[in-house]
């Protein structure tokens, strides 16, 4: 049989084949080679080029550990993001709030039509029959001095017949007023306990509007089947209000706290607190329409509260101011009566024998022009200056009396207390 032959160009073909495949190799081989040098340059020297698991006891860790320890840190910083300034505040002044239920004893008499018609001709002959019930109402305080002084409302605790207080971890203490400053709305009760947790008071002079407010307080305590207090959160709405009295209210209140901090029925007499946790005010009433918050609320000033514990603790009462002065705006009639040119002023109306007015040197029939300097334009100007004066407090008058001028200073007394 004839020996078959291979073509040339097809063993040329197959060389060049081997040659492309040798030479990639020995490419590839380069590569790797300088891939490891440099690694080996990167590792300082004696470290191995593979990571190496330490024991615990050396301070290493796994690759497993290091991730759960990132993942703790993550949790830590998000339970650091969620205690802000607010949750600080609240749990610095939540203890110290409590829940006040106060109990009316009322009596009264089940009568009939017929006995009405004879009581008119045999007056007190005709039998009754009484009976006595219990009105409960609540409203909030916050506890101010560990020995158990709590500031409230003097409408909270008004007519109250029975005061009990609970705190916030359920132990509970009769109440018993101390003190009652209607024209502030507030009061002063004290507990008998001792190492009680306590709120403290910040000047409420330096609050800014815009700033975090929160009230805290039991509304609609009646309906909860705890004793923590409840937390609303808002801002300070405006300060120094003024609110005149109406025919539904005849209570004036002047230089109040406004905040949009919901504040319920079951609210009044509890604090209203700042982001670093302290007091700067005394949650009294809201406008609202529905008889719930429509975020107007508003909150007696610290200042006040503090003024009310430091004379009850020097004095055990509070003292009222007391000028003995009675007097009345001018009007167009009394100022061509007086002969005026300028009709800005009140007339003295009368002035009480050994007074403060009558030692200062005024008289009736005196028009005071100013007091401290402010022109007495109408009786609102005049309320709001006496308003927050106390037992101490001088008052510089300007005057005018048969066209002369004269001032003087009325340093106010207490209030005689036959006539309190």
């Known amino acids: 049989m004839a020996q078959r032959r291979v073509p040339l160009w097809t063993a040329a073909l197959i060389g060049l084949l081997l040659g492309l495949l040798a030479g990639s190799a020995w490419l590839l081989w380069r590569e790797r080679a300088a891939v490891t040098r440099g690694a080996s340059a990167q590792e300082p020297a004696g470290r191995p080029a593979v990571p190496v698991e330490l024991p615990a006891a050396a301070g290493g860790g796994s690759a497993v550990e290091e991730r759960s320890a990132a993942g703790d840190t993550s949790g830590e910083q998000i339970a650091l993001s969620r205690r802000t300034a607010i949750v600080r505040a609240t749990q610095k002044v939540a203890p110290a709030v409590v829940s006040i239920n106060v109990i009316q004893h009322q009596t009264y008499a089940l009568r009939s ?173 809201i406008f609202t329409e529905s008889g719930g918050s429509i975020g107007i609320g508003f909150a007696v000033p610290s200042e006040r509260a503090q003024w009310l514990i430091d004379e009850v603790r020097e004095y055990g009462r509070y003292r009222a101011p007391y000028s003995g002065l009675y007097f009345q705006q001018l009007s167009g009639s009394l100022v061509r009566a007086f002969g005026l040119k300028d009709p800005v002023g009140f007339v003295v109306l009368e002035v009480d024998e050994g007074s403060p007015a009558a030692k200062a040197g005024l008289r009736v029939g005196d028009i005071i022009r100013s007091i401290d300097g402010v022109p007495l334009r109408t009786r609102d100007t005049v309320t709001r200056l006496i308003y927050e004066a106390k037992v101490g407090t001088r008052l510089h008058y300007v005057a005018e009396r048969d066209g002369e001028r004269l001032e003087g200073d009325i340093v106010l007394e207490e209030w005689p207390r036959s006539e309190r």
């Open 113 to 285: 039509p017929s006995l009405d018609f004879w009581e008119r001709f045999m007056p007190g002959q005709t039998p009754r029959r009484t009976f006595q019930r219990d009105v409960q109402s609540l409203g909030s305080g916050v506890i101010v001095s560990a020995d158990g002084y709590v500031l409230t409302n003097h409408h909270v605790v008004e007519g109250a017949d029975e005061i009990i207080l609970t705190l916030s971890d359920g132990r509970q203490f009769p109440g018993r007023l101390l003190e009652t400053v209607e024209r502030y709305d507030l009061a002063l009760l004290k507990i008998d306990a001792q190492d009680l947790p306590v709120a403290t008071l910040a000047p409420s002079a330096d609050l800014q509007i815009g700033e975090w407010a929160i009230a805290i307080g039991s509304p609609f305590g009646y309906l909860l089947a705890d004793t923590q207090p409840t937390v609303t959160v808002g801002v300070i709405s405006a300060l120094n209000r003024d609110i005149k009295s109406s025919a539904q209210n005849t209570r004036q209140y002047l230089g109040m706290i406004q905040t949009d901090a919901a504040i319920n029925p079951g609210n009044s007499g509890g604090p209203l607190v700042d982001a670093a946790g302290e007091v700067v005010g005394i949650n009294t009433f």
